[in-house]
């Protein structure tokens, strides 16, 4: 078996209930982050650390998903016709950046059933998943500091983050004993526990590396919270079979999917940009400045 990550899984099959009705008919992951849709921030981090072979996991009207990702020959022919050079070259980018594939989950089962259905296209070779709500900064290297430690230890590794007890029930759970820095051994893992039942304030986010194992743990999974095939349930069938390790950090990630978390993305990514952080910042200045006086 290959120890070599070359593919990347991305569920995107969600009805993105907490965002209507701006998702009534557009899919959650097509909102965009000032002007790029979140989904292509989510490839972007993938082909960063060298995955170019991405599947993205769809469902009904999630058609918009394969459009942005493929050429536009009516708009690259207007776009050289008029000149614009830069926009050109930038969606030209957007349809080169990597060979993305897709297939529909079909029925609502879950994220556990939504990664199963990649099967088929993962074969017997590591993978990631990388959940569309979430956003990573990739200067905090997350997703390359756990392919360093599936590299080292040759088992799954699952991104953990602490949170305030009172959120632990939002995410799956992790109970865990320390390796080395940053990584930690998973001992148990829950979904969505009170804070009363959470083994700790080590919250689950959305990157994953898994083993070809993991599979054979979803096929075992039966229906959990909510009536759907959690992921978490399957990990916690894995840790049965083989070691699953946590990689811990700290800052850098927005949750999308979150009204609050959404807004704080836009504002941070757009403070970031050389074209607009300069005046945007004058402009959020001069606003609190005005909300102080009223």
Known sequence: MTTQVRKAVIPAAGLGTRFLPATKAQPKEMLPLVD????QY????????????????????????????????????????AGKRAELDQVRRIADMAD???????????????????????GDEPFVVMLGDDIMDPAVGVLAGMLSAYERHGRSVIALKAVDPSEISAYGCARVEPVEDNLVRVREIVEKPSPEEAPSNLAVMGRYVFTP???????????????????????????????????VFEKGRWDTGNKLDYLRATVELALRRPDLGPPFRKSLVELVSQLDEE
């Open 36 to 39: 790029t849709p979140a989904i």
């Open 213 to 247: 194992a993991l599979y054979g743990a979803l096929a075992r999974t039966s229906p959990g919270r909510g009536g759907e095939i959690q992921l978490t349930d399957a990990i916690e069938l894995l840790l049965q079979d083989q070691e699953v390790y946590g990689y």
């Open 100 to 122: 993305i594939h897709y297939v529909r989950q079909g029925e609502p089962k879950g994220l556990g059933h939504a990664v199963s259905v990649s099967r088929q296209h993962v």
């Open 42 to 81: 989510v490839v972007e981090e993938a082909v960063g650390v060298g995955i170019r072979d991405i599947l993205i996991i769809t469902g009904r009207g999630k058609r918009s998903l394969e459009d942005h990702f493929d050429q536009s020959f009516e708009l690259e022919h207007y776009l050289e016709a």
